[in-house]
């Protein structure tokens, strides 16, 4: 008997994965462990190509891969990425969908030529968007174009941190 994964069998699956039919295994050790219970964020996708929103998922269908992706019709945060380096952080109380398709379409912003990849967390609750926005953004210090800024209290570095981290910069960059 053939091992499986999921409810299909192993060369199936592989067949289907090649073709771009089936469902991608990308090995994430997240996916093995038990879901906790969520109370701000309910779900989220990982490193999705922006490419998505232009192509079908069976050519000659209408409607891109993006539109048939369910966590896409709810509310919440998203951050784009140039290859894997966070660009942008961004929230929507509507339609993830929409706001994504705006910038993967959208020719006025500087910034809709420049990601090609995203991630994005389904936060049902609009009240906690701007928080978990505020989160993601105050941890991701690279995100250069966002002009929001996080309403998160900030944590002030002691006077010998601060030293530290100076004489750490002069040997890494030797002035």
Do not use: C
């Not at 991608?24 to 490193?47: A, G, H, T």
């Not at 269908?61 to 539109?67: E, L």
């Not at 784009?80 to 966070?86: E, F, N, T, W």
């Not at 505020?134 to 690279?142: C, F, T, V, Y």
Request: aromatic content about 10%; overall charge positive.
């Amino acid at each position: 008997m053939k091992q499986t994964k999921g409810s299909k069998p192993v060369a199936v699956e592989d067949d289907l994965e090649e073709k771009g039919l089936g469902e991608v295994d990308d090995d994430d050790p997240e996916e093995s462990q038990e879901p906790v219970q969520n109370d701000i964020v309910s779900k989220f996708i990982r490193m999705l190509p922006r490419a998505i929103f232009d192509f079908p998922e069976i050519e000659g269908q209408k409607g891109s891969i993006a539109s048939k992706i369910r966590e896409l019709r709810e509310p919440g945060v998203y951050i784009l990425y140039r290859d894997d380096v966070p660009f942008y952080v961004g929230k929507t109380e509507g339609k993830l969908f929409d706001r994504l398709w705006s910038h993967a379409n959208g020719v006025s912003s500087t910034r809709s030529y420049f990601w090609n990849y995203f991630s994005a967390f389904i936060v049902k609750n609009r009240s906690n968007l701007a928080e978990v926005e505020a989160i993601l953004i105050s941890a991701m210090p690279s995100v250069i174009t966002n002009a929001a800024r996080p309403k998160l209290q900030k944590m002030r570095k002691g006077i010998s941190t601060i030293k530290l981290m100076r004489e750490m910069r002069k040997k890494t960059f030797r002035y």
